[in-house]
């Protein structure tokens, strides 16, 4: 309860610093705040560790890439455990993978297999992000997936509160 508190105060403070702003975001500025939000999703992953096996690799196997795969303006947090993309997931392996690319356009939102979900910024232009939590389909698998899923979507929340 104290957690989900501290959520909303912070997400409170982000919106009036936001509204405080006069001038639009720089792209600049935009892609640091981006940046800022992928690193924050692996620290409160790192939090969960000793609760889940899945994440025991996180301290060296995640990773925030720019240009992953040499499109402009996107930057990924990707985290993989024993997950080998198209075969069945082993037990206690997983895939989190979070994307975000700015500017967007609606065409990038239905460009790949995995349709984005794309927001608005305050300076007018739009971002779009993917996201994907995968884990074995088992009780814990389950409980791991619903807690890493929490916490990117808290984050993108933030994200899109500070941007507006």
């Known amino acids: ?13 982000n919106v009036l610093t936001v509204s405080a702003q006069t001038q639009p975001m720089s792209d600049y500025e935009v892609a640091k705040i981006i940046e800022q939000t992928l690193t924050d999703i692996k620290d409160p992953l790192k939090e969960i560790k000793p609760q889940f096996p899945q994440l025991a690799n996180i301290d060296y196997a995640a990773t925030i890439t720019r240009n992953p795969s040499g499109e402009e303006g996107t930057i990924r947090f990707e985290y993989n455990k024993e997950f080998v993309q ?4 082993p037990k206690d392996g997983t895939s ?31 971002g779009v992000y993917w996201k994907s939590v995968m884990a074995e389909d088992s009780e814990q698998g389950k409980a791991f997936k619903n807690k890493a899923n929490e916490i990117v979507v808290l984050k993108l929340m933030a994200m899109q509160i500070k941007l507006k």
């Open 1 to 13: 309860m104290k957690k989900i508190l501290l959520i909303g105060i912070i997400l409170l403070l």
């Open 96 to 126: 989190v993978f979070v994307e975000i690319k700015y500017p967007a356009t609606l065409e990038d939102v239905k460009a790949r297999e995995q349709e984005g979900k794309l927001f608005m910024l305050g300076n007018g232009n739009a």
């Open 86 to 89: 198209g075969s069945q997931i």
